[in-house]
């Protein structure tokens, strides 16, 4: 299996700098000797300060992030404020500790038979699509859907972008999969597919692929206690039988599922209920 492997135990990491793209905060941290990630792999972050002891103790879980971009020792994470977690990392600011595990694990596989790759991205699921396209020496077509102009501001991370938002404020009027599907009526024998974002995206990009016989990638979210395996809190269901996201994904081909829009609704349900975002 083509996988980095994290290192045992939590490493205390340095924020380096923190930009914002609209709707997103990008943090950046210095995790001096850790290894470099592929493309699809997560970390779990933790703020090193004042993590927990709010409403209801939230948070108290680390939080599960695709890493947006590694360079030299580098690592940066595409943060939206939705919970509390998100939120007390996106007021992180230079010279803050961070504490994170990872690259934690699999990651894309490069596209099969000479396939032009094709990325699609919904909100804040464009980030492991970045560094993908970084990967693919910028060759990717990137496909990225958002809901107003706030947050189209994301679409700036990646290299000759097509945008969709709900509201039609920054380029096409609609769903970012209308955008696939012109992609695939035109040219479906020639590329294969890689996605991430929400569920209901990511089912439509699996029915689409599949109607027109396209390979695609899936990276899934899920509510995630430990990242490594342990708690059996983000399983999926595969034609395999049930997997555990955090070690067998993120990235799973659509292949394997018959429906990506349930992923994430079964075991893990309470644990994500009470303390995810
Ligand atoms: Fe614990 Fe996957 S997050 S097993």
């Known amino acids: 299996m083509n996988r980095v492997i994290a290192p045992f135990g939590r490493r ?25 990630p592929r493309a699809g792999q997560f970390y779990m972050l933790t ?20 890493v947006l971009r590694a360079d030299a020792g580098e690592l940066q994470f595409l943060i939206e404020d939705v919970g509390p977690g998100t939120r007390r990392l996106c007021e992180l600011h230079p010279d803050d500790g961070l504490l994170l595990v990872g690259p934690l694990g699999n990651g ?24 993908w396209q970084d990967e693919l020496a910028g060759e990717a077509t ?10 189209a501001a994301g679409a700036g991370l990646l290299k ?19 955008l696939l599907e012109d992609e695939l009526d035109a040219r479906a024998e020639d590329v294969e597919v890689y996605a991430c974002g929400p569920p209901p995206m990511l089912e ?24 490594f395996g342990a708690c059996f809190g983000c399983v999926v269901p595969t034609s395999d039988g049930y997997v555990r996201l955090c070690v067998d994904g993120p990235v799973l081909d659509a292949a394997e599922l ?3 829009s349930s992923v994430g609704s079964l075991a893990g349900a309470e644990l994500r209920g009470v303390d995810r975002n």
């Not at 990137?142 to 947050?151: C, K, S």
């Not at 380029?171 to 999969?177: E, I, M, S």
């Not at 029915?207 to 979210?221: G, I």
């Open 204 to 227: 439509a990009v699996r029915e689409l692929s599949s109607d027109h016989k396209v390979p695609v990638q899936l990276a899934l979210e899920s509510g995630m206690a430990c990242g």
């Open 258 to 260: 018959a429906d990506a």
């Open 108 to 131: 894309f596989a490069p596209p099969r038979g000479g396939r032009a790759p094709v990325l699609v991205g919904g909100g804040v699921g464009i980030a492991p699509l970045a560094i």
């Open 12 to 36: 205390a990491a340095t924020v380096s700098a923190r930009d914002e793209h609209g709707s997103y905060t990008v943090i950046r941290c210095h995790d001096r000797g850790g290894p470099t």
């Open 47 to 66: 703020a090193a300060e004042r993590w927990g002891g709010g409403a209801g103790e939230r948070p108290f879980l680390p939080r599960a992030f695709s």
């Open 142 to 151: 990137a496909l990225l859907g958002f809901r107003d102009e706030r947050h």
């Open 160 to 178: 000759r972008a097509s945008v969709a938002t709900d509201d039609g404020s920054v380029g096409h009027h609609g769903l970012v999969t209308e």
